[in-house]
């Protein structure tokens, strides 16, 4: 029995290679850029926890007259890491979308050749087998021409394919009664 590899086209197997290449690629950009994204928000995550901890320990324990001038620096402080966590997140977006640019734009000349060579093998392939169907066609019908015309002849020599007669010729005219 022949196994999966051994009964696929060279051109079908460039194709195939071509094309686990490029998701192979694709997928390694894409963790990549998952894993950034995972380390910026674990980052976002310690940092928003630290601020917001000293922001409760700073409006628990200051007297109440000086939590206002005690607030300020603390909500501040909040705001700024909110805009780095952005601007990082926005960053690593911009950096996928160039990892995909970049994947495509070296995969994708490969992966278009190696289509258009399994397009031509497919469609060379085809042609031969309906070339090959129409000449066994052909072969079985001038068997069948061939086998007739013998049969066709044979019966003419041998005389056993009289005329049948016609029921108005026939002698016996059946029951009028």
Same mark, same amino acid.
């Given at each position: 029995?022949?196994?999966?590899? %051994?009964? @696929?086209?060279?051109?079908?197997?460039?194709h195939?290679?071509?094309? @686990?290449?490029?998701?192979?690629?694709?997928?390694?950009a894409?963790? +990549?850029?998952v894993? &950034?994204?995972? #380390?910026?928000?674990? &980052?976002?995550?310690?940092?928003?926890?630290?601020? $917001?901890? %000293?922001?409760?320990?700073?409006?628990?324990?200051?007297?109440?007259?000086? /939590?206002?001038?005690a =607030?300020?620096?603390?909500?501040?402080?909040?705001? *700024?890491?909110?805009?780095?966590?952005?601007?990082?997140?926005? *960053?690593?977006?911009? =950096?996928? +979308?160039? $990892?995909?640019?970049?994947?495509? +734009?070296?995969?994708?000349?490969?992966?278009? /050749?190696?289509?258009? %060579?399994?397009?031509?093998?497919?469609?060379?392939?085809?042609?031969? +087998?309906?070339? *090959?169907?129409? /000449?066994?066609?052909?072969?079985? !019908?001038?068997? @069948?021409?061939?086998q007739?015309?013998?049969?066709?002849?044979?019966?003419? *020599?041998?005389?056993?394919? !009289?005329?049948?007669?016609?029921? &108005?010729?026939?002698? #016996?005219?059946?029951?009028?009664?």
């Open positions: 029995m022949n196994s999966f590899v %051994e009964t @696929i086209s060279p051109a079908a197997k460039n195939l290679e071509a094309r @686990i290449d490029y998701f192979s690629d694709l997928t390694l894409a963790l +990549q850029s894993r &950034q994204l995972s #380390d910026v928000n674990l &980052q976002f995550g310690r940092d928003w926890l630290q601020a $917001s901890t %000293e922001a409760c320990r700073t409006a628990l324990l200051t007297p109440p007259g000086e /939590r206002s001038t =607030d300020a620096p603390g909500a501040d402080q909040l705001m *700024q890491k909110v805009q780095d966590w952005q601007q990082q997140v926005n *960053q690593i977006a911009t =950096d996928f +979308q160039a $990892s995909v640019n970049q994947v495509v +734009q070296q995969h994708a000349p490969q992966a278009a /050749r190696t289509a258009s %060579e399994l397009a031509a093998a497919v469609t060379q392939k085809a042609a031969a +087998q309906a070339d *090959q169907h129409l /000449r066994n066609q052909t072969a079985v !019908a001038k068997e @069948i021409h061939d007739s015309r013998q049969f066709a002849n044979m019966a003419a *020599q041998n005389g056993s394919m !009289a005329q049948p007669a016609s029921m &108005q010729s026939a002698e #016996d005219k059946g029951n009028k009664n």
